[in-house]
């Protein structure tokens, strides 16, 4: 099979063209690694010496990995969580330390907290609107399932159900509230098996 010399030389500039497209892409691809391995190079000469960059500051880091009651917020956590943490300016580090100032003396209130008379109240309050929220997550739970109560299934309408008092009880503080339903009606329930 011999080729004439027009088809040769097509198959030259074919080649050639193709050349000089890899011969481009592979230029490119080697400035992308030179500047991936500059700027490794630099952060890990920044994090060995400690040296600080002039455009970034990292006190917030040492503040939050001082406090080692939040082991989730130690250092080795902060720069796994978030890599891109010395990308962030000046501005939004002191923002982010703000926040976390605010949240370490912030007072959380609890249940224990509160007064008798307000926890019996919200109670009465939870057992009174139950039936509300319960629809209120119904609807919910139909939407996040893409399904509707009344075009299912037995198994889907059970499923519904579950998910909607499960989205119930999450919200607010409804899960204490019921825990302490629960209690009453075991107390209620242990005094009866008593009396008979």
Do not use: W
Not at 7 to 25: D, F, N, V
Not at 90 to 119: A, F, Q, R, W
Not at 142 to 147: I, P, R, T
């Amino acid at each position: 099979m011999s080729f004439s010399n027009e088809q040769l030389e097509q198959i030259e500039e074919i080649l050639q063209s193709k050349e000089a497209l890899l011969e481009g892409r592979e230029n490119r691809l080697q400035a992308r690694v030179k500047e991936l391995e500059d700027k490794l190079g630099r952060q890990n000469i920044i994090n060995n010496t400690g040296l600080k960059d002039d455009t970034h500051t990292n006190d917030h880091i040492r503040d939050i990995s001082s406090d080692r009651t939040r082991p989730s917020l130690g250092s080795a956590a902060l720069t796994d969580v978030n890599p891109h943490l010395s990308d962030l300016s000046n501005h939004e580090l002191h923002t982010i330390k703000k926040m976390y100032e605010n949240d370490s003396t912030k007072v959380k209130k609890t249940l224990l907290d509160e007064p008798l008379g307000d926890i019996i109240d919200k109670t009465i309050n939870f057992t009174s609107y139950s039936f509300d929220s319960f629809l209120k997550s119904m609807y919910s739970a139909e939407l996040a399932h893409k399904k509707e109560f009344k075009e299912s299934n037995l198994l889907d309408k059970i499923y519904l159900c579950i998910s909607a008092f499960t989205i119930m009880l999450k919200t607010d503080q409804n899960m204490i509230y019921m825990g302490i339903i629960m209690i009453f009606f075991s107390n209620i329930i242990y005094f009866i098996s008593i009396l008979i």
